[in-house]
């Protein structure tokens, strides 16, 4: 229904309700507010789940398919340890000098929107009185993980558009995660954009509000791909193992910790240690050096041409591997 409307405001204005192809040529802004990062700011973690199930039986042979049981665990960690749950917006609000943060602020964050989101996560967070940031796709029409369909993973379904207005409304932070999930680093620039700007006007359309948020889908970004996303509105874009250590240095590529169905609360402790995103950055940046090295471009002042970027430093292969 948003779709249709979109396309019949579109036809009917003559206005296109894609942002103008138009994005900036040099790098997003980085630096964060210095008042930010005298408080402490640089010390927020990003915490990346995908599925939440009922139990871990064979349907949920997925690593991203975190029990209920143990995602309660986490919760019950985090609630103990004193960390408070907080949003993209809350941090976007806190660098305007409105809003203090908390002691300490970590964001949770939900990949893909899958109904499990809303059945079994979003019951715990409002128990425990926390937040969180659900990445869903712009094309509504798309109702299953189809893009995980060549793994042979379970084909689940994903959030209808009532659940993701009952979690908004609820004070769960909705953020894009594209058009269709695609490889935004592996198609053409046009199809890039469009993936990227589609997505944040269709659901603002659906929300009646502001979409800053961004995920890039498989966690694969470029430069290129980063200029699109701060050009079409976003504020805040996240990857996955790329980017600074240390949250709000570039907050077009702020690094997450990805959770696993292996995450116990020890393991959820040490990933959260500044030491351990230290260490993680360290492993990331000495990769990326000896790969640019063996492609020849290891002394460019420049960025390569759009197609010859490297996207996320890893493969698409590696992640699907991971995942499955």
Sequence with gaps: MQQEFAFLFEKNSGLNMIPEHRYQTQPPERAESESLRQNGSRTIKILVYHRIVKNAGKENVCKFCLPEDEFRKHLEWLDRWGFTPITFEDYRIASEKRLELPHKPIILTFDDGYLDTYQIAFPLLQEFGMKAVVFVLGDRSIRTNVWDAHLKLPQVPLLDDNHILEMHEAGI???AHSMSHIRLTEVKEDRAWEEISRARVLLEILLNAPVLSFSYPYGLVNEAVKQMVASAG???????????????????ELRRIPILN?????????????????????RWTAGKILRKKQRGYENELLVPPFHSIEPLHHSVSDYEKFKS
């Excluded at 976003?234 to 077009?252: K, L, N």
């Excluded at 393991?267 to 993680?280: D, G, H, I, K, T």
């Design 173 to 175: 932070e909705i953020g």
């Design 234 to 252: 976003f504020v805040h874009a996240c990857s996955v193992w790329t980017g600074p250590a240390f949250f709000g240095r570039d907050v077009y």
């Design 262 to 282: 292996s995450t116990t609360n020890s393991q959820l402790a040490v990933r959260v240690s500044n030491l351990y995103q230290y260490y993680s950055w360290l």
